[in-house]
Structure formats: structure tokens, C-alpha cells
């Protein structure tokens, strides 16, 4: 597993509202192989998840993935942490669903014909090779958000963080997005409204205004939420 650590991080708003912090200051070492990441709207579920990859960096401490710190080593960061945003929108940039898989794919020294094939076969594995020469625009919400995850497993991070990964799937595409994501060797971490799928995880965190307000077993602290914090 990676080690994922973050010390005195703290978010601040963009200018001018500079003062107020989104998050923080939040330390925390995640070393478990599944770690959700639960709380109310607005709380700073995603901003925590966006600083693990380096998308959002800190306004003061450090995050460091395996020692490399998100601002000095990006792009080796970004390598290692693979991204699922919760709208495919912002992710998937290429006209077909094959040539989106195939762009994950370019660091990969392989031959124009090989890389097609690859994509073909990733794509097969969540049942979308039907749709490989489909246009991206006229898939469905949840085809989408499928072939996002596909492009997102492409790029084989070691890492991978899920921004709410089920909010366009019916209840079969979830649970097996859901089965997916909890079969993957990779160290995962999660954002989720879905209290299911969190207790399902090795440890979970409740974030609220901007704070850690329970850290411990995925179980505990989905009771911890629906008791206190919801
Ligand atoms: N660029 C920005 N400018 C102003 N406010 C922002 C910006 N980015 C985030 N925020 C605010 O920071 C807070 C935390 O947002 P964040 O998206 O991290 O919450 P969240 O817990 O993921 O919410 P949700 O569950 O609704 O997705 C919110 O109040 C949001 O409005």
C-alpha cells in the first residue's frame, strides 16, 4: 500500500476571502488498503480527496504520497494516484470511449494497433466494447461514469481516489462498481454518501466543516455519523 500523509494541511479560500479555510489543519497518516471518506454536503470530502493527487494543494502544511510531496513532485504524483471525479465530464476528454481508455494508456510504450487492442480490452472488462467507437456525448450518465473508471484503471495508479463514484448508476451498476472497486489490488480511497459501501472499507473518516471529527473502524464511524454529525 502507499502511504498517504498529510501534516498541518490546511485549505484556504481563493482571494479575497483568503482568511477563511475550506479545511483544516488536518494531519493524518492513511496506510489501510480502503479508507472512506464521509460527511455532510459542503464539509470538505472533496477538497481532502483533490489534495491526495495534488489537484487541489495546500494553503500550509504538506501532503505526501510514499514521501513525494504533492506541490515538488507532481507529476510523479499524479502517476501514482489515479483520479475518479463524480462527473465523468471532467474527465473524459476524447471523442470515442476507446480513444479516452487509449489516452490513459500513453505512457505505456506500445505500438498505435497495441494501445487500440488494450483499450479494447479494458473496455470489455466492464462489458463497454459495444460502445468503443461510440461518441463520449451520447453514452448515458451511468455508461459514463463506467468508462470513466475504466480510463481511470487504465492508467494502472497504485492509488486510487473515487469522488462519489456512484451517483449516476442504477442500483446493478453500483453494486458492481461498488464489487469493482473493492476487488482492486490498488490502495482505494472513497468519498461517499453511500454508508453501505463506506462500511465496507478498513477505516473511515467523518469530515465536518472542514475537520476530522471521527477517524477509526469504517463500521464505527458510519454509527458515529448518523448519531452525531447528520
Ligand atoms: N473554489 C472555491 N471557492 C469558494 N468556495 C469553495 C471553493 N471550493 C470549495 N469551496 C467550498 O468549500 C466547502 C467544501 O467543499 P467540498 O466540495 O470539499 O465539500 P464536500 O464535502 O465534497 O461536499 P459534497 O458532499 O456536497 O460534494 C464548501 O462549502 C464549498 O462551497
Known amino acids: ?107 505505456r510504450k506500445l505500438s498505435k494497433n497495441e494501445r487500440r487492442m488494450e483499450a479494447h480490452a479494458w473496455l470489455a472488462r466492464f462489458g463497454l466494447d459495444h460502445l468503443a467507437d461510440v461518441s463520449v456525448h451520447s453514452l448515458s450518465g451511468g455508461q459514463r461514469q463506467l468508462l470513466a473508471l475504466t480510463a481511470a484503471l487504465a492508467a494502472e495508479p497504485n492509488v486510487l481516489i473515487a469522488d462519489e463514484p456512484t451517483t449516476l448508476l442504477d442500483l446493478r451498476n453500483t453494486r458492481r462498481i461498488g464489487d469493482y472497486l473493492f476487488s482492486l489490488p490498488q490502495q482505494l480511497v472513497i468519498v461517499t454518501h453511500d454508508l453501505e459501501l463506506a462500511s465496507r472499507c478498513d477505516r473511515a473518516l467523518v469530515i465536518d466543516s472542514g475537520t476530522i471529527v471521527f477517524d477509526g473502524p469504517a463500521r464505527a464511524a458510519t454509527d458515529y455519523y448518523q448519531a452525531v454529525v447528520a
Open 1 to 107: 500500500m502507499a502511504r498517504i500523509e498529510l501534516d498541518g494541511v490546511t485549505v484556504a479560500l481563493p482571494e479575497p476571502h483568503r482568511a477563511k479555510a475550506i479545511l483544516g489543519p488536518v494531519t493524518a497518516s492513511l496506510t489501510e488498503q480502503r479508507i472512506a471518506l464521509i460527511g455532510p454536503n459542503g464539509s470538505g470530502k472533496s477538497t481532502f480527496a483533490r489534495l491526495l493527487n495534488g489537484l487541489t494543494q495546500p494553503s500550509s502544511g504538506s501532503v505526501l504520497i510514499d514521501g513525494l510531496n504533492t506541490r515538488k513532485h507532481s507529476a510523479a504524483v499524479r502517476r501514482r494516484v489515479g483520479f475518479l471525479f463524480s462527473d465523468p465530464a471532467a474527465q473524459l476528454v476524447m471523442p470515442t470511449a476507446a480513444e479516452d481508455v487509449a489516452l490513459s494508456l500513453r505512457r
